[in-house]
Nanobody
Framework: QVQMVESGGGLVQAGGSLRLSCRASGFALDDYAMGWFRQAPGKEREWVSCISRSTGMTYYSDSVKGRFTISRDNAKNTLYLQMNSLKPEDTAVYYC????????????????WGQGTQVTVSS
């Protein structure tokens, strides 16, 4: 059974850092492109980042480039999102997602999702 569980969210002041984790089970992380998405209240889901399954190439949205870093530990079957220099506009529920193909910025292309973890950045 495919399952992904996010953790690491919380409340942080602007300028602070958080590291999100997404532990996967039921499949091998490195067989999938892995993405992070977020959804703020009243807004549509937004693509944040993706790491490809074969080369490990990483991609970022313009809004987080230079501040966030996506990575994975295949031995732990865990995906990470290191978030630095956080801003109030980063406040959202963050979701990890898996796609058995190449990276995509469309959430509908991802077949497996975690339950989400709340990130709140205070000003």
């Amino acid at each position: 059974q495919v399952q992904m569980v996010e953790s690491g969210g919380g409340l942080v002041q602007a300028g602070g850092s958080l590291r999100l984790s997404c532990r996967a089970s039921g499949f091998a992380l490195d067989d999938y492109a892995m993405g992070w998405f977020r959804q703020a209240p009243g807004k549509e889901r937004e693509w944040v980042s993706c790491i490809s399954r074969s080369t490990g190439m990483t991609y970022y949205s313009d809004s987080v480039k230079g501040r966030f870093t996506i990575s994975r530990d295949n031995a732990k079957n865990t995906l990470y999102l290191q978030m630095n220099s956080l801003k109030p506009e980063d406040t959202a529920v963050y979701y990890c997602a898996a796609r058995y193909r190449s990276c995509s910025i469309r959430g509908s292309d991802f077949g497996h999702w975690g339950q989400g973890t709340q990130v709140t950045v205070s000003s």
